[in-house]
Every structure is written in C-alpha cells, then in structure tokens.
C-alpha cells in the first residue's frame, strides 16, 4: 500500500538554489501603492488640469494684465459667472477666467523654481553636512542665527531692497530657505550614517560621495517627496501674501496675489471676483498637497506588501 502512495524523485542541484519568491520593483510598487488612493488619484486629475489650465490657457487669451480696451463697454462690467463668462468679468471687462490662469501660471512657476532651487541645494548642502564634522561646526551657527529671524520677514525686507519683479523674489524666497532644508537632510543623515552597512562601506574604501549616493540619499526619497509637498504650497502663500501687498511682482506681472488685491475692494458688491481666485489658490495648494504626502508615504518602502 505504501508504495503506491509515494514515489522517490531525483534530487536537482538548481532547484534547489531557486529561490521562491516574488519578483520586487521599488517604482512599481511606489505607483501601485499610490493609485490605491482614490483620493490622490481625484487630487493628481485636479493638479493636472489646474496646471495645464495654467500654462495653456493663456497662451490662447492673449490676457494682458494693463489692458483697459473694454472699461467703456458697460454691457461686459460685472457680468457674473455664466456660460460665456465662467468666471464673470471685472470692472474693466475683461474675463476673470483669462485673469486667473494667467495669474496662477506666475504664481505656481515661481513656486516651482524656489522649491527646486531650495531642495538640490538643501539636499546637496544636508547631505555633506551630516557627513563632515568640521562643516557641522559652522553650519549649526548659521542655521542657529538663520533660524531665528522669521522667514517672512526677510522675504520682505529683501524685497523691498531689490524692489519687485520675478527674479527679485525668487532669488528673496530661497537665499534662507535652503537651510532649513538642509538641516532637516542633515539630521536624518545622521541618523544612517552609522548604520551597520555604512560603518562596513567605509571599512572597505568607499568615498563619502559614494556612501551619499549609493547608502543614503536612496533612503530619502519618501522624506524628500514630503518636504516638496509642503514647500509648494508654502511659497504660493508667500508669494500670494507679498503681491497681496504690492511689494511681489511687478504691477504689470498677473498672479493669483495680484488678482485678490485687485478685487478686493469688490468682495462685497461682486465678491465672486475675490472669491473664485481664492478657491482655484486653495484647490492648487491642498492638491498638491494631498498628492506629495501621498507620494512621500508610497515612496516609503516600508509601506509596501511585497
């Protein structure tokens, strides 16, 4: 009975060095894990749209901020949101959907650029920072001083010291900005840079460059995706709240901080020309948002099943 019950096999070398497991990509179980949100897939469709909108639509309408052709036409003042004009029209005729695209394209480059700027340099910066002792020294004092002047503050003073324009502003939002970055990249070097591989790594030879790029800046990215997520949405307020004021971007540059102020004086009689900019800055802002933490978590490789 026994032996019908059970056959021998030969033993195969290979089969047994084969090991049994299932095949693992970083990236795709990065999108996997992030298009298992509905919530970030409905947040990166309104990104999108809102960013094409942003750099499309203007290229259409021609809109030019100073142009005053139509303030005669009674009959296009303070239309109120319609089918011909979704967003209405101001005192002036012109159409605030053109208004709006061609203000958030401004706001949103100019919040692209300084987090970019401020992230490489942050990174660049925190990453040889937690590394070399020496530089560790110096750095600590200056993110010491750096750290206790607030941010907004010196966004201001510098700009009113370069005057308003683009670049101006670009350059007054980023001089500080990337310290706090590094400092941030900087303590979670520390955090693995005595970690048993990298101890192993630099026994055996390996350069500082090389323990950066190959042991440590990998192990980052979930952190990295987070700080951009946060920073994007964080320099549209600034510059919103600099144009706001008068002292952002030149008089005859759009955004959406322009747009506000401009109307602002028509937020009780027409208030949908204050209201509607106000809307497509939070609908940018917490979009952007929910994606980038969204993205930070599903970049965390911890998160991942298999």
């Given at each position: 009975?026994?032996?019908?019950?059970?056959?021998?096999?030969?033993?195969?070398?290979?089969?047994?060095?084969?090991?049994?497991a299932?095949?693992?990509?970083?990236?795709?179980?990065?999108?996997?894990?992030?298009?298992?949100?509905?919530?970030?897939?409905?947040?990166?469709?309104?990104?999108?749209?809102?960013?094409?909108?942003?750099?499309?639509?203007?290229?259409f309408?021609?809109?030019?901020?100073?142009?005053?052709?139509?303030?005669?036409?009674?009959?296009?003042?303070?239309?109120?949101?319609?089918?011909?004009?979704?967003?209405?029209?101001?005192?002036?005729?012109?159409?605030?959907?053109?208004?709006?695209?061609?203000?958030?394209?401004?706001?949103?480059?100019?919040?692209?650029?300084a987090?970019?700027?401020?992230?490489?340099?942050?990174?660049?910066?925190?990453?040889?920072?937690?590394?070399?002792?020496?530089?560790?020294?110096?750095?600590?004092?200056v993110?010491?001083?750096?750290?206790?002047?607030?941010?907004?503050?010196?966004?201001?003073?510098?700009?009113?010291?370069?005057?308003?324009?683009?670049?101006?502003?670009?350059?007054?939002?980023?001089v500080?900005?990337?310290?706090?970055?590094?400092?941030?990249?900087?303590?979670?070097?520390?955090?693995?840079?005595?970690?048993?591989?990298?101890?192993?790594?630099?026994?055996?030879?390996?350069?500082?460059?090389?323990?950066?790029?190959?042991?440590?800046?990998?192990?980052?990215?979930?952190?990295?995706?987070?700080?951009?997520?946060?920073?994007?949405?964080?320099?549209?307020?600034?510059?919103?709240?600099?144009?706001?004021?008068?002292?952002?971007?030149?008089?005859?540059?759009?955004?959406?901080?322009?747009?506000?102020?401009?109307?602002?004086?028509?937020?009780v009689?027409?208030?949908?020309?204050?209201?509607?900019?106000?809307?497509?800055?939070?609908?940018?802002?917490?979009?952007?948002?929910?994606?980038?933490?969204?993205?930070?978590?599903?970049?965390?490789?911890?998160?991942?099943?298999?």
């Open positions: 009975m026994s032996e019908n019950k059970f056959t021998f096999v030969e033993l195969d070398d290979f089969a047994t060095e084969h090991i049994d299932p095949h693992y990509s970083y990236w795709r179980s990065v999108f996997r894990k992030f298009l298992s949100s509905k919530l970030a897939i409905a947040m990166l469709i309104l990104m999108v749209v809102i960013i094409a909108l942003s750099f499309i639509q203007p290229i309408s021609h809109y030019d901020f100073m142009d005053v052709t139509n303030i005669n036409n009674f009959e296009l003042r303070y239309n109120h949101p319609s089918l011909q004009h979704l967003f209405g029209t101001d005192k002036d005729g012109q159409d605030l959907f053109d208004v709006v695209w061609a203000g958030a394209k401004n706001s949103i480059l100019i919040s692209v650029l987090t970019f700027v401020t992230i490489v340099i942050g990174v660049i910066v925190g990453a040889v920072w937690g590394f070399s002792r020496a530089i560790d020294k110096i750095m600590v004092e993110y010491n001083v750096v750290s206790n002047v607030p941010f907004l503050l010196i966004v201001m003073v510098l700009a009113f010291a370069f005057g308003a324009g683009f670049w101006n502003l670009l350059f007054a939002m980023t500080t900005s990337w310290v706090g970055m590094a400092f941030y990249i900087r303590t979670q070097v520390m955090i693995i840079r005595d970690r048993e591989y990298n101890l192993a790594s630099q026994t055996l030879g390996t350069s500082t460059f090389g323990m950066i790029k190959n042991n440590v800046l990998p192990f980052l990215v979930s952190v990295i995706v987070m700080q951009i997520a946060n920073m994007i949405p964080s320099f549209i307020s600034t510059e919103v709240f600099l144009s706001y004021l008068g002292i952002g971007l030149k008089a005859n540059v759009p955004s959406l901080g322009r747009t506000m102020s401009t109307y602002s004086s028509d937020i009689n027409n208030g949908y020309l204050f209201w509607i900019p106000l809307a497509v800055l939070a609908a940018i802002s917490i979009s952007v948002f929910l994606v980038g933490q969204t993205l930070a978590d599903a970049s965390d490789p911890r998160t991942h099943n298999s």
